[in-house]
């Protein structure tokens, strides 16, 4: 079997990682890939941009690639699987109509509120004077979110009135998102604690991944500006058994099934964003239409099934007695991020990295190699992950291993965990 990942961060490495480990994957492939993918055994990377469709195309023809694995939400919402379908190709994602439920944070909303699937109150903008009248009359702490894509870092969770209009101001006057930002959502801030509840889908049967949850926040006690995730850990000690029901009976299955009835039936990666109140109900507080990062590094520890098959049975519509199996211990990944991140940052540093093991491992995220160093080329750079026998150990040998990264202008959190820590 010959796989190819799109995609160049920390997600497309331990995917590709994973996937050649197994001795029915002859080599995996990666467009554009980093640092990272490009030392490792039986993976190459290969220069197409993640959002070179035609390119692809061509390359998954000459190669006579068996399937595609998508890992960031671009090139979903581009329409890659459309066009890969099209040409009778194997890959795992969401239709571009589907991939609205990521790429449109207004779609998401109206299909979870007509479906009747748990969810804040919300409301869209596009003028600033109706969207700050409607948090006026709301009240804060609310959240404002640019309707499209915009990096994991569209999210403003404003604790006052002068924090919300500055967000609604920045969004929608200065541009700060683009195009992302031109519309806004508007909607209630949900007490509880936030999981990852990540699932595979076939257009008709689900196929649960471990649970996880990561920290959002750049700074310790989950304090500081919104970021693309500062590390994760798995299984999640909030999602129990009452939840994992909650999850899958009111939100994963009607999703599903309300999909495919309204003409967009789900293939790929679903990743519901869920707040957990005290009595263990639950409420989507995002789709993304793509594994997470960096909640993937610590799954792919510990999935001990071949996700490569998992995804060409998924392509094909065959999961509906696919397993997965797992690493009973925990998994936990710190992010190695740039000083400054998620603002303006340095590129350009030099790194070294210790030995990795089968229970500890550096994945790569904004790497790149030159003159056989490897070198900082974006904000979120690595990620440190180890397995435990229970989250504690996990945490601290993440932790050893981030110690034995030689970088000088990394900043990391000390505290991934503690959440977790928090229940056990």
Not at 20 to 37: D, I
Not at 56 to 77: C, H, M, N, Q, R
Not at 295 to 313: K, V
Request: contains cysteine.
């Amino acid at each position: 079997m010959k796989v190819l990942v799109i995609g160049s961060g920390g997600r497309e490495h331990a995917i590709a990682w994973q996937c050649s480990q197994f001795n029915e994957v002859k080599h995996v492939f990666v467009a554009p890939g980093n640092a990272g993918t490009a030392l490792e055994k039986k993976i190459s990377n290969i220069s197409i941009d993640s959002e070179n469709i035609p390119g692809l195309i061509s390359f998954v023809k000459e190669e006579l690639i068996d399937i595609t694995i998508v890992g960031p939400e671009a090139p979903l919402v581009l329409g890659i699987v459309d066009e890969f379908k099209y040409e009778d190709l194997a890959i795992f994602g969401p239709s571009k109509k589907a991939s609205q439920l990521e790429g449109s944070k207004v779609f998401c909303k109206d299909f979870l509120d007509r479906n009747d699937i748990p969810t804040a109150y919300y409301q869209a903008f596009t003028e600033t004077k109706p969207a700050i009248d409607y948090v006026k009359e709301k009240g804060a702490p609310i959240v404002i979110k640019a309707d499209g894509l915009a990096a994991g870092k569209g999210v403003i969770i404003a604790h006052s009135l002068e924090e919300a209009t500055d967000a609604i101001n920045d969004m929608l006057e200065g541009n700060r998102f683009g195009e992302a930002g031109s519309r806004v959502v508007i909607e209630e801030f949900l007490e509880g604690e936030e999981a990852s509840f990540i699932v595979m889908v076939d257009g008709n049967n689900i196929l649960p991944m471990a649970t996880s949850q990561d920290h959002k926040a750049r700074d310790n006690g989950d304090k500081g500006p919104n970021t693309g995730g500062m590390g994760a850990y798995s299984p999640a000690p909030v999602v129990t058994d009452l939840v994992y029901k909650n999850a899958m009976e009111k939100v994963i299955g009607p999703t599903v099934d309300a999909m495919k009835s309204e003409g967009m039936p789900y293939t790929g990666f679903l990743y519901a964003g869920l707040m957990i109140d005290q009595n263990e109900n639950v409420k989507v507080l995002e789709y993304n239409c793509r594994f997470g990062d960096p909640e993937t590094q610590p799954i792919m520890m510990r999935l001990q099934s071949n996700l490569a098959n998992l995804c060409l049975l998924g392509a094909n519509g065959s999961l509906a007695n696919a397993t997965a199996e797992w690493d009973s211990r925990s998994s936990l990944g710190v992010v190695m991020a740039a000083k400054g991140y998620p603002y303006s940052y340095q590129k350009g540093d030099i790194i070294r990295l210790p030995e990795s093991s089968s229970s500890a491992k550096v994945f790569h995220a904004g790497t790149v190699l030159y003159n056989n160093k490897i070198l900082s080329n974006g904000g979120r750079v690595l990620c440190a992950t180890a397995l435990g026998k229970d989250l504690k150990d996990a945490q601290g040998r993440a932790y050893k291993l981030v110690n034995e990264v030689k970088w000088r202008g990394s900043y990391s959190r000390t505290d991934i965990g503690f959440k977790g820590l928090q229940h056990e």
